[in-house]
């Protein structure tokens, strides 16, 4: 696999984003916790820019003992970003699409070598 250069680790801070270019392969590069993840900016269900639309909490609907709806809220814990073609939205941490997590974006690993990050495609 090739190495491809993104940018200096300490340009990037939690919540940015970076789309990169690796030949002809769009990739979507996120900061989250420190964590980098790197996906395809295809999206799954008609090519859209899948990376480069909202990111935003994933939204909870916590259910009382009787399955009654105590409202709805935004979980502190997991991302998702949202193609902004036609609203397919993905997991940050794993790629997946929350609709069918049978489906996901494919991943690419990134590398830091010192300050330096690469994307491996």
Same mark, same amino acid.
Request: proline letters at 2%; one cysteine or more.
């Given at each position: 696999?090739? +190495?491809?250069?993104?940018?200096?680790?300490? +340009?990037?801070? @939690?919540?940015?984003?970076? &789309?990169?270019?690796?030949?002809? %392969?769009? &990739?979507?590069?996120?900061? @989250?916790?420190?964590?980098?993840?790197?996906? $395809?900016? #295809?999206? /799954?269900?008609?090519?859209? *820019?899948?990376?480069?639309? /909202? &990111? &935003?909490?994933? %939204?909870? +609907? *916590?259910?009382?003992? @009787?399955? #009654? $709806? !105590?409202?709805?809220?935004? $979980? =502190? #814990?997991?991302?998702?970003?949202?193609? *902004?073609?036609?609203?397919?939205?993905?997991?940050? !941490? #794993?790629? =997946?699409? %929350?609709?069918?997590?049978?489906?996901?974006? !494919?991943?690419?690993? %990134?590398?830091?070598?010192?300050? =330096?990050?690469?994307?491996?495609?």
């Amino acid at each position: 696999m090739k +190495e491809q250069f993104v940018g200096k680790a300490a +340009e990037f801070k @939690d919540g940015d984003r970076r &789309i990169v270019f690796a030949g002809e %392969v769009e &990739i979507g590069l996120f900061k @989250d916790n420190g964590q980098f993840y790197a996906y $395809s900016n #295809t999206c /799954l269900h008609q090519f859209g *820019p899948a990376c480069e639309g /909202l &990111i &935003i909490a994933k %939204v909870d +609907e *916590p259910l009382n003992a @009787d399955k #009654t $709806s !105590r409202g709805m809220q935004f $979980s =502190e #814990t997991e991302l998702h970003f949202v193609c *902004p073609w036609h609203g397919y939205e993905y997991d940050l !941490r #794993t790629g =997946e699409c %929350v609709a069918d997590r049978r489906m996901r974006l !494919r991943k690419y690993d %990134v590398v830091q070598k010192g300050d =330096e990050l690469y994307v491996l495609a």
